[in-house]
């Protein structure tokens, strides 16, 4: 079983400032796959970024970056020159590499705010 | 190429109905998972059907089941609705099993009354 946490509940930034989003998770798997997903007031879940476990580098989409620990098994997002609408519902999930049996398993959430 | 489409969008029943919910993947998609998503307990995996094949179950009581058909379009079910049935039911898709990028619809948001 996988279980991943993301202490935030709700984050605040500043339009065009840098925010960094925590995750950390917990797998027996040694090969799995992590995801940012952002919810927006549409509801519709939107894959952000996406990293291989067995890849050292980390992933890169734009202006959003992780930052992957995987000896800490922690894996932060960061949203660089933040913009109006990435103001949205940030979920942290993770999966075994062949999917699992308990399909994608998310974090609570991370609310982000953008300030004006 | 069109999203994965989820309706109804909105649902409202009674206390012991029953309701069905419709999922439609992405053109050649063959992989769809379900998940409820509620303000307690978060995002939880329901099932995933690949190939008209249950292909995992979380940890849900017998009243909500699925299927999938040959065009991979999928359906889920729940009944006896009882009041902590009420949530957003999110459905995905991906081209094989859910472990490489799935694409999620807009969800369809139940009210149990």
Known sequence: AQTVTQSQPEMSVQEAETVTLSCTYDTSESDYYLFWYKQPPSR???????????KQQNATENRFSVNFQKAAKSFSLKISDSQLGDAAMYFCASTPRGG???GLTFGKGTHLIIQP | KAGVTQTPRYLIKTR????????????????????QQTPGQGLQFLFEYFSETQRNKGNFPGR???????????????????????ALY????????????????????????
Not at chain 2, 19 to 25: A, E, K, M, R, Y
């Open chain 2, 16 to 35: 012991g109905q029953q309701v069905t919910l419709s999922c439609s993947p992405i053109s050649g998609h063959r992989s769809v998972s379900w998940y």
């Open chain 1, 44 to 54: 519709q879940m939107i894959l952000v970024i996406r990293q291989e476990a067995y």
């Open chain 1, 100 to 102: 699992g049996a308990d």
């Open chain 2, 64 to 86: 909500f089941s699925g299927r999938q058909f040959s065009n991979s379009r999928s359906e889920m079910n729940v009944s006896t609705l009882e009041l902590g049935d009420s």
């Open chain 2, 90 to 113: 999110l459905c995905a898709s991906s081209t094989t099993v859910m472990n490489t990028e799935a694409f999620f619809g807009q969800g369809t948001r139940l009210t149990v009354v």
